[in-house]
């Protein structure tokens, strides 16, 4: 990945009283595929906005390709942007539909016609030129709309959780159809979810939000095992989360038991949140872990079980592949390198700081 292309320079914006944005900060880099993950409410939608032209901020700029773009109006910006709600023109064919842009910008009938079955075989709904938009349900509207947006070869394309309204097997081949897209075009993504699954699975870089602060930029890899604070890792997957005391480097002190953990600098006996995912957790015989307890709930998840441990007056988290039923007496096991350490935040703002590169 290579140059910045997009910059948000001390972005802020309020409606009301209510301040949605505050003081963002933010880059994306061309033919980068960046997310934009974070609760209802949050402004994702805003940010985007803001990017494509549809919004103003209040103070800050956006920068593109070096030049600023801040008040330029949106069909002025190298950007297409498929909306959260789809809005198709209804009273246009779905072949018109996707040669709108292509009209407009003189392309001979053959190109057009070319693109339109490219894009209606991508996004796999051949035949369906002649259809009228209220005639497809839902999730065939919202593929139209990606199609359309693509047939245009934005130099960035932004997706406003353009899948949600797809079943599980139409959103992984979708995902996978926007993955090649990226790497054969060469369209830089800027994409919005609150689905933590699907910004790991398609994302060069995350970005976690929550009340309009940025909480982590990242890879998945680093979001997903260096969660920097209990937000973070709290949304982007089920997590053990457990307020614990620092005793000195590599040594914790989780609920009254001292943990062997490989981090350094915290200080000593210093409160801090510790991190175990579920999946890290090995279930032993009673005695050969570093806590007893008994497991009080058992779900089959398919790939895995799904247990509670009810150890040291806290219900841990526990995904195995192996059963144990109901009442089983165990010990619990960590490896020093799954537990994560996180600062504990000393207010909402300190929580909220942008952090890492
Ligand atoms: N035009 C507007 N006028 C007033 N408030 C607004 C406006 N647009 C957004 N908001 C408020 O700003 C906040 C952020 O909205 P935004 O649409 O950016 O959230 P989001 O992260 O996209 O959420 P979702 O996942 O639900 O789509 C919300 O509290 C919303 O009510
Ligand atoms: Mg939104």
Redesign the pocket.
């Known amino acids: 990945m290579s140059n910045k292309l997009i910059d948000f320079i001390n972005i802020s ?1 309020s ?2 009283t ?1 301040t ?2 505050d003081d963002l900060n933010l880059y994306i880099r061309e033919n980068e595929f960046l997310t ?1 993950l ?12 803001i990017l494509g032209g549809f ?1 103003t901020p209040d103070c800050g700029q956006v920068i593109f390709d070096g030049e600023d773009i801040t008040n330029l109006p949106p069909n002025k910006r190298q950007l297409n942007t498929v909306f ?1 709600k789809y809005a198709l023109f209804t009273h246009m064919t779905i072949a018109e539909n996707i040669a709108f842009g292509l009209k407009i910008k003189k392309k001979s009938k053959q190109y057009i016609y070319d693109k339109i079955k490219y894009a209606l075989k991508l996004v796999n709904l051949d035949g369906y030129e002649n259809r009228m938009p209220d005639s497809l349900s839902g999730g065939q509207q919202q593929r139209i709309a990606i199609a359309r947006a693509i047939v245009n070869e934005p130099k960035v394309l932004l997706l ?2 353009p899948l949600g309204a797809l079943d599980l097997k139409l959103r992984q081949d979708m995902q996978y159809e926007l993955i090649r897209l990226k790497n054969e075009l060469g369209i830089t993504f800027i994409y ?3 689905d933590q699954e699907e910004a790991l699975t398609m994302s060069d870089t995350i970005v976690v ?1 929550n009340q ?1 602060y940025i909480q982590q930029i990242g890879t998945p890899e680093r979001i997903y095992n260096e969660p920097e604070n209990a937000f973070v890792a709290d949304f982007i997957g089920e997590s053990n989360i457990i307020p614990s005391l620092m005793l000195k480097d590599r040594l914790v002190k989780i609920l009254g038991v001292p943990f062997a953990c490989v981090d350094e600098g915290f200080g000593q006996n210093k409160p801090v949140d510790v991190v175990i995912r579920p999946e890290d957790i090995c279930l032993r015989k009673p005695g050969e872990g570093s806590i007893d307890g008994v497991v009080t709930h058992l779900i089959f998840k398919g790939v895995h079980y799904e247990m509670e441990v009810r150890a040291n007056e806290y219900d841990w988290l526990v995904h195995s592949t192996k059963m144990f039923p109901i009442g089983t007496q165990v010990s619990i096991h960590v490896d020093p390198f799954d537990i994560q350490i996180m600062k504990k935040p000393e207010s909402e703002d300190e929580e909220a700081v942008n952090i890492e590169e």
């Open positions: 914006k409606y009301g209510q949605v944005l934009l974070g609760p209802s409410g949050c402004g994702k939608t805003t940010t985007l906005r919004e959260q406003d959780e919005v979810t609150h939000m309009g």
